[in-house]
């Protein structure tokens, strides 16, 4: 697989892609099944407000129905902080969640592990949110367990050019000193510790789930795209996003219509027949915990 984007592929598109059709095949024949989701772009639409991205129409009442059926294990995969998240996806029964890109994790049976940080990435962490503050937009900075974000989404790009040439010259610096990393993302530019990215979230599921699991991820911005590339063979990647770009993702679906056609058909496909599912190893008449990470 190509490592940069001028060198991925565009994915095949819609729903009737080639690739798509194959999965679809393939799903109801395996017994761990795994349904991967990032949400911002992909299950929500972008906000400036930050706190009023709540999924499309139509997205909640999904997985709400694919969580009751038990019929595969639904994860989330999130840049946002997991405390951030739960109360924007609305869900009754919250899901298993990765939160932080992989830094934090909330189980299914609501236990919970953190990353821990070194006091060198906490003071760098630190000194470049202090630095972000001083910029000014104080309420356009975020922090979150092993990353600071600096978000200029809803500014027009001449009151977003000062400010975030500032921040991305002085993080640049504290990333080089601090050993931290400085990733652009869709709205944004964030610094964060080089341990732990979306890539290994799904990796870490992917081992759970073992070699004769088949997984699905769904994202849209290029932090989704260590999720895409850690996918095992017969997994698929599939790109959630209004416009089609190159990436390792192999289906791409326009959101919301084709994003909810996808899960409603996974649903049904999924019904039926024993798999791992939200809390553990499920078949119709006992389960039990899945290990955790």
């Known amino acids: 697989m190509p490592h940069g984007p001028a060198q991925w592929p565009l994915p095949e598109t819609g729903l009737e892609a080639p690739r798509l059709v194959r999965f679809w095949q393939r799903l109801p024949h395996r017994f761990h099944r795994t349904l991967l989701l990032d949400y911002d772009g992909t299950l929500a639409p972008f906000r400036a407000q930050r706190d009023e991205a709540v999924p499309f129409p139509g997205v909640r009442e999904l997985l709400d129905a694919i969580i009751a059926d038990r019929g595969c294990r639904l994860v989330v995969v999130s840049g946002r902080a997991i405390d951030d998240l739960i109360p924007l996806l609305g869900l009754q029964a919250a899901p298993e969640i990765w939160g932080s890109h992989g830094l934090e994790r909330l189980h299914a049976d609501g236990r919970r592990q953190r990353a821990r940080l070194s006091a060198r990435v906490r003071q760098g962490l630190e000194e470049a949110w202090l630095?972000?503050?001083?910029?000014?937009?104080?309420?356009?900075?975020?922090?979150?367990?092993?990353?600071?974000?600096?978000?200029?989404?809803?500014?027009?790009?001449?009151?977003?050019?000062a400010p975030l040439a500032r921040i991305h010259d002085a993080w640049t610096g504290i990333a080089t000193r601090y050993g931290l990393a400085l990733h652009p993302f869709d709205g944004g530019l964030e610094l964060r510790t080089r341990h732990g990215n979306k890539g290994d979230a799904v990796r870490a599921v992917r081992r759970e789930s073992g070699v004769h699991g088949i997984a699905a991820y769904l994202g849209d911005d290029l932090t989704d795209e260590d999720a895409f590339a850690a996918l095992g063979d017969g997994d698929l990647g599939l790109l959630v996003r209004p416009q089609v770009r190159p990436s390792r993702a192999g289906v791409w679906l326009r959101p919301?219509?084709?994003?909810?056609?996808?899960?409603?058909?996974?649903?049904?496909?999924?019904?039926?027949?024993p798999c791992i599912s939200q809390g553990g190893l499920h078949a119709p008449d006992r389960s039990r915990p899945h290990p955790s990470a």
């Open 256 to 273: 919301p219509e084709e994003l909810l056609a996808f899960l409603a058909h996974w649903r049904a496909l999924c019904a039926a027949g």
């Open 131 to 161: 630095l972000a503050q001083a910029v000014g937009w104080p309420e356009r900075c975020e922090t979150k367990p092993g990353c600071v974000a600096w978000h200029w989404r809803g500014l027009s790009p001449a009151e977003a050019r």
